[in-house]
């Protein structure tokens, strides 16, 4: 049986919670389908020793501040699942979980929205479905004659996985400077850490607030026709978060130029020379969950959903919220995407009306 609402929102993370936040605030008829068995979205299933960059009160989603625990600077993964489930049921949002979205049609004046445990027909959409679940691998030369353990960022958890063995992770953002201090700072595992380019460390007193107010005023200058003043890459790539400046201060988290290939049992230098490892992590970044959204044939020659703000160019019926700096400044963080959730909900509540 098709169900009939004003707006469908897919994905339960914190984008889609602020979302919800917003539209309950409107009273507008909605719900959210959230493929995750549970609340706390992508936090569930991240590693074991993250962090936050920011502390708890710079890490709030709209209308309730994330609480502090004694003790701890920044808060790490369970902390914020804790405040997502919270968030959830104070705010009563309809979620409903273990549903995924496959599919959002045009259907007349309304958007039909196909999930896994039915249908709804929305007059508009907010697709929030994040990263997570689209990790990237880059091409490179015999990924597949590596016969040793491959993971990526979503499978890491912790050190102890791997005692023993050698182990390189490829990656000079913050997810391959974090896993890779995580593994050096563990005296039982030999990490080898790769980057395309030398990373670049932020100051040591830079922080996610930093990092969302330099990302806010970027946005604004582009806003103004002001030039784009580099924004947080202007910066650094690399929070100095903790672990990463005690594995770098103690000579343990060196990056080694990319190497030119897989072999069988590891890779291969620009030089020729070998070095076997028993792992490769691939800390190589996602890209936007947006299968679903396939059939309104909206993606360009890049695969990319041309946005005006949140909302899609080619369907103003829909809106895409929380993938990142296109939809939004910082809106891919937890502080950051109240202000884009609200202006998406402010665009939808005009379009209802």
């Not at 984008?15 to 309950?24: F, N, P």
């Not at 040793?148 to 791997?162: M, V």
Request: hydrophobic share 40%; proline share 6%; charged share 25%.
């Amino acid at each position: 049986m098709t169900q009939h609402v004003d707006v469908v929102v897919a994905g339960g993370g914190q984008a889609g919670l602020a979302a919800g936040h917003h539209l309950r605030r409107q009273g507008i008829d909605f719900v959210i389908l959230d493929a995750q068995p549970t609340a706390g979205g992508a936090w569930q299933h991240m590693w074991d020793s993250l962090h936050l960059f920011s502390p708890a009160d710079h890490s709030s989603l709209p209308g309730r501040l994330m609480p502090t625990r004694p003790g701890e600077a920044y808060p790490d993964a369970g902390h914020v699942v804790e405040y997502l489930a919270d968030y959830e049921k104070r705010y009563d949002l309809p979620v409903r979980h273990g549903t995924r979205v496959d599919a959002v049609r045009r259907d007349g004046d309304r958007l039909l929205v196909e999930a896994d445990s039915g249908t709804w027909r929305a007059r508009a959409v907010i697709s929030a479905t994040g990263t997570w679940s689209r990790p990237f691998l880059p091409a490179v030369r015999g990924r597949n004659d590596f016969t040793g353990r491959r993971l990526h960022t979503t499978g890491y958890r912790r050190p102890a996985d791997f005692a023993g063995q050698h182990v390189i992770v490829v990656g000079g953002g913050n997810s391959g400077a974090q896993i890779a201090a995580d593994l050096a700072l563990h005296g039982d595992v030999t990490v080898k850490w790769v980057t395309r380019r030398p990373p670049r460390f932020l100051p040591d007193d830079v922080d996610g607030r930093v990092l969302f107010d330099v990302a806010t005023a970027r946005r604004r200058a582009l806003d103004e026709g002001r030039g784009d003043t580099g924004g947080v890459a202007s910066l650094g790539d690399i929070v100095a978060v903790p672990p990463v400046r005690d594995a770098r201060d103690a000579g343990l988290l060196r990056a080694r130029p990319m190497f030119s290939r897989l072999t069988a049992t590891g890779v291969q230098w620009a030089d020729g020379s070998r070095s076997d490892a028993d792992a490769i992590i691939w800390c190589t970044g996602f890209r936007p969950a947006l299968s679903h959204l396939a059939p309104l044939g909206l993606r360009g020659p890049r695969g990319h959903v041309a946005t005006a703000g949140t909302r899609a160019v080619g369907e103003p019926r829909l809106h895409l919220l929380g993938y990142g700096d296109g939809t939004g400044p910082a809106s891919a963080t937890l502080i950051g995407v109240g202000r884009t959730a609200r202006e998406a909900v402010r665009q939808v509540t005009g379009l209802l009306r």
